[in-house]
């Protein structure tokens, strides 16, 4: 049996806690809104034919399959985490690479790009638009923090 996905949608969100950085990254997933789901991390590929839509809430405890970026700091850190997307240009899927650091979201974006430049390269294919889901965070003193970025898949055929 093939679960292809269809449809995806992106989120992201950012959390502290002054219990633990598990906690943090709990509150940072219901944040972004898929906290209440069993979630599955799947690699890189946006198979043929699929297409972004809006957020879509998703039933409690179902399995999600996604690419989940995360980073979990303490107090005074700046951390990031965030996933870019593309098609191909000749139309055959696309693609997504997944970071997280110690620093700014923006800093975060430039590494993503080199990642997806470097996807392109190795499959000597071109792609679209780079598109990007990215979520910045400091932390406070006496507290954990964590940011979250995720394309989530749904619906198979």
């Not at 991390?41 to 946006?46: A, G, K, N, T």
């Not at 620093?103 to 679209?128: C, N, P, T």
Request: glycine share 10%; net charge negative; with cysteine.
């Amino acid at each position: 049996m093939e679960l292809i996905p269809t449809k995806f949608f992106t989120v992201s969100g950012s959390a502290v806690s002054k219990t633990s950085d598990l906690n943090a990254f709990d509150i940072a997933l219901l944040e972004a809104g898929i906290g209440e789901q069993n979630l599955v991390s799947v690699s890189s590929v946006i198979p043929e034919g699929a297409y972004r839509i809006p957020f879509q809430k998703l039933t409690m405890g179902a399995v999600t399959h996604c690419v989940l970026a995360q980073m979990r700091g303490c107090e005074g850190e700046t951390i990031a985490a965030g996933i870019a997307y593309a098609f191909r240009k000749d139309g055959k899927g696309g693609y997504v690479a997944e970071g997280h650091i110690h620093g700014s979201a923006e800093s975060l974006r430039e590494i993503l790009s080199w990642k997806m430049q470097e996807m392109a390269r190795i499959r000597d294919v071109e792609f679209g638009e780079i598109k990007f889901e990215a979520q910045e965070l400091e932390i406070p003193m006496d507290h954990y923090g964590c940011c979250i970025s995720a394309l989530v898949f749904t619906e198979y055929r």
